[in-house]
């Protein structure tokens, strides 16, 4: 059996792979773990620095500051360092950890899945689990949900140790993985990402690629 989490934008260009199950990781509103701070109004933005760690963010971004707010910025891949980036561009999209621990003072703050929820009205799928063919999905279904049922009853001891490593609460880190993000996935998930490679498609940031399925 192989199957892994993969960014939804990266399981649009690997030939041949399939979803495994309903599992994957979505926000239906706001995510607090992809954050735009912003400088100048999103209209107005030139240059953006992203932290190139999560590419299925950064078309999210595009797509989002193309379709709402008519602009098509620069994008400069950097260390994720808040400072460091708005002291250099416009704006700067921060992910995980980075996301999660900024202070934000005197510059704009955009939530990504927020924003894909208000021009939508859908959740947004960051990643799905997916294998290298039909076979292979259906092989590694049953070992996923028993992956996620083990990791949904240990979520406060995860917590517990992610706080100590990155300098939050336990009870934020809680709240991020039982508020902010779910892990099945539905209808509505489903829909949301067809929709949203089939704007990357639109936009340029996907080739043509294989039929979504």
Same mark, same amino acid.
């Given at each position: ?8 934008? &990266? ?6 792979? /399939? @979803?495994?199950? &309903? +599992? ?7 995510? @607090? ?6 400088? $100048? ?5 030139? %240059? !953006?620095?992203? %932290? ?5 963010? !950064?078309?999210?971004? =595009? ?11 620069? +994008? ?11 002291? /250099?561009?416009? #704006? ?16 704009? #703050? ?13 959740? +947004? !799928? ?8 039909? &076979?292979?999905?259906? $092989? #590694? ?11 949904? &009853? ?6 517990? $140790? ?16 039982? =508020? ?7 209808? %509505?998930? #489903? ?9 990357? /498609? ?12």
């Amino acid at each position: 059996m192989t199957a892994a989490l993969v960014p939804s934008i &990266e399981w649009a260009r690997i030939p041949g792979s /399939r @979803r495994v199950g &309903e +599992f994957g990781i979505a926000s239906r509103a706001e995510v @607090r773990s992809v954050l735009l701070l912003s400088k $100048r109004p999103l209209d107005r933005i030139e %240059d !953006v620095a992203v %932290d190139s760690n999560s590419r299925t963010s !950064v078309a999210l971004l =595009r797509l989002l500051l193309a379709r709402i707010h008519g602009v098509r910025p620069r +994008f400069h891949p950097m260390e994720a360092d808040p400072g460091v980036m708005l002291g /250099r561009w416009d #704006a700067a999209l921060l992910i995980g950890d980075a996301a999660l621990a900024a202070r934000v003072t005197r510059v704009e #703050a955009h939530d990504l899945a927020s924003m894909w929820n208000s021009l939508t009205g859908l959740p +947004f !799928v960051f990643a799905v689990w997916a294998a290298r063919d039909d &076979e292979g999905a259906r $092989r #590694a279904a049953p070992a996923v949900e028993a992956g996620l049922q083990a990791g949904l &009853e240990a979520l406060e001891e995860s917590a517990a $140790r992610a706080a100590s490593r990155h300098g939050l609460s336990p009870a934020e880190i809680l709240s991020y993985l039982t =508020r902010n993000i779910h892990y099945r996935l539905g209808p %509505d998930e #489903a829909t949301s990402l067809d929709l949203f490679l089939e704007m990357c /498609r639109e936009e340029g940031c996907l080739g043509a690629g294989r039929p979504v399925t």
